[in-house]
Antibody, heavy 125, light 107 residues
Framework: QAQLVESGGGLVTPGGSLRLSCAASGFTFSDYYMNWVRQAPGKGLEWISYISIDTTYTNYADSVRGRFTIFRDNAKNSLYLQMNSLRAEDTAVYYC??????????????????WGQGTTVTVSS | EIVMTQSPATLSVSPGEGATLSCRASQSVSSNLAWYQQKPGQPPRLLVHGASTRATGVPARVSGSGSGTEFTLTISSLQSEDSAIYYCQQYNNWPQTFGQGTKVEIK
């Protein structure tokens, strides 16, 4: 079955950088649009980034735009999130998430049908 | 940004009873709305997309309705396994936005 496994989380000081990875299996990764969604401790869900199948389209939440970069390697069935200039408020569990969108989707995605277990990022001095 | 507001914040229900969760959008999202269930320590699980289409494997006692700005998730015959936080999400406009969640407790 479809599976997403995140890695790369950890403790980083404010202003530091971290790269998250997500390994996909059980489905044709190159056929799917992908997201990163995060959840701060005890808080709700926050969508932060989206990438198209061919990487020509990306989008970001205002809270991370200019600091985070989403990219993918379809040959490696992997999704990434490069996080720079990290702040305390970036502390969260980060989920890799598969979107139901297709090339004919005209909306902001089409719902998220597969989620990874998440990787924890802690930004603290 | 479209703001999603869920009510109530917490719902306490006896086993076998039904529950109705509400989600309101600050502007129309057509039917581009999903519902998720999240249990402690787990990632969210997709329950409904397109406002009313159940995801694969979701039991028929879970149903979604609504369009525009008002949406409802109804769970009938609640069981202990339904204890969780439920989130709505709009994907009509960027950025995708989630509601703050409704916690369902089983008495």
């Amino acid at each position: 079955q479809a599976q997403l496994v995140e890695s790369g989380g950890g403790l980083v000081t404010p202003g530091g950088s971290l790269r998250l990875s997500c390994a996909a299996s059980g489905f044709t990764f190159s056929d799917y649009y992908m997201n990163w969604v995060r959840q701060a401790p005890g808080k709700g869900l926050e969508w932060i980034s989206y990438i198209s199948i061919d990487t020509t389209y990306t989008n970001y939440a205002d809270s991370v735009r200019g600091r985070f970069t989403i990219f993918r390697d379809n040959a490696k069935n992997s999704l990434y999130l490069q996080m720079n200039s990290l702040r305390a408020e970036d502390t969260a569990v980060y989920y890799c998430a598969r979107d139901r969108a297709t090339p004919v989707t005209s909306t902001a995605g089409d719902g998220i049908d597969v989620w990874g277990q998440g990787t924890t990022v802690t930004v603290s001095s | 940004e479209i703001v999603m507001t869920q009510s109530p914040a917490t719902l306490s229900v006896s086993p076998g009873e039904g529950a109705t969760l509400s989600c309101r959008a600050s502007q129309s999202v057509s039917s581009n709305l999903a519902w998720y269930q999240q249990k402690p320590g787990q990632p969210p699980r997709l329950l409904v997309h397109g406002a009313s289409t159940r995801a694969t494997g979701v039991p028929a006692r879970v149903s979604g309705s609504g369009s525009g700005t008002e949406f409802t998730l109804t769970i009938s015959s609640l069981q202990s396994e339904d204890s969780a936080i439920y989130y709505c999400q709009q994907y009509n406009n960027w950025p995708q936005t989630f509601g703050q969640g409704t916690k369902v407790e089983i008495k």
